[in-house]
């Protein structure tokens, strides 16, 4: 159990890390099934049966190491795609196409250390609930919102709150922009967490990593008014108790923070 967390806390920080090390143990359980098939009977598989087996194996573990939903895909589908394309001999430009469609979702994973990962529902229930203390019209912000899933929700959920999303990977951003569109108390801005002014909002949000924890804590410290919140998913800011704690009952333990920032 004590591995499977620190795995699923390295996950956390290199989710990229976590998939190569799950495809890595999926493709030589496989094989050594295979060979073990081999040397005792004549059963010889598909090449494309064991890619799947390997992919679902691969994206099985990734799951239960506490990789995203996202991942799951990418896990199960990468060595089968590998198999046919390697049979079907598709043009360089589909790789470099997958290559650049992970970096534009994946671009703050080099520079910040926070790569896309999603806050799941129970998250959002508990977000939810906290929100409902607040005035009707509260401003909240999503710092590095992704496609802004849970942001859209929150906002169809408290349509007299206004709501703003900051994100600077170019696809996440373009993602996050359409949808909000046509939800008239939700904005997106192409805009780094480091320069937006936190000072009108009585909410920060942000799902990050603990990189940036203690210099985030220091900007709301210094710019949000006294009595407004931030919330983070998962990361505490070092040497700065949460006033308040929401677990949210998933394997990984992870939970809610919340402080209020004082006079
Ligand atoms: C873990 S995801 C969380 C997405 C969303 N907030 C959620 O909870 O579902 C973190 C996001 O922060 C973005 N991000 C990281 N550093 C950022 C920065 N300096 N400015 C804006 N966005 C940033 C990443 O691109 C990524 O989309």
Redesign the pocket.
């Known amino acids: 159990m004590a591995v499977r967390l620190g795995i699923a806390r390295l996950g956390g920080r290199y989710p990229a890390l976590l998939a190569l090390l799950a495809q890595l143990a999926a493709t030589l359980s496989i094989g050594v099934l295979i060979v073990l098939a081999a040397q005792f009977s004549a059963w010889r598989p598909a090449w494309l049966a064991a890619g799947l087996a390997q992919g679902l194996l691969a994206a099985s573990l990734g799951q239960w190491l506490g990789l995203s939903r996202s991942w799951w895909w990418l896990n199960l589908a990468f060595v089968p795609a590998l198999l046919l394309s390697s049979g079907a001999s598709l043009p360089s430009w589909v790789f470099l196409g997958a290559f650049l469609l992970i970096l534009l ?5 080099i ?2 250390r ?6 799941g529902a129970r ?1 959002r229930r508990e977000l939810t609930a906290l929100l409902s203390r607040q005035a009707a019209e509260f401003r909240f912000v ?10 859209l929700q929150l906002a169809r959920q408290f349509p007299r709150a206004q709501f703003v ?5 170019p696809l ?1 951003f373009a993602i996050a922009w359409l949808r909000c569109l046509a939800q008239d108390n939700c904005r997106i801005r192409y ?6 002014d936190l000072a009108g909002f009585d909410v920060a ?5 603990p990189a ?1 924890m203690a210099a985030l804590w220091e900007k709301a410290r210094g710019q949000m008014a006294a009595g407004a919140w931030l919330i983070s ?1 998962s990361f505490e800011v070092p040497g700065v108790p949460a006033d308040e704690l929401i677990e949210l009952h998933d394997w990984r333990r992870s939970r809610l923070l919340l402080w209020r920032i004082a006079d």
Not at 165 to 169: D, K, L, P, R
Not at 191 to 196: A, K, M, N, Q
């Open positions: 979702l994946n671009w703050n994973s520079g910040e926070v790569p896309l990962y999603l806050s998250c999503d710092l590095g919102c992704g496609p802004a899933g849970s942001l999303g900051v994100e600077t990977a996440s805009e780094s967490l480091w320069r937006t949000y942000c799902f990050l990593s940036p998913n």
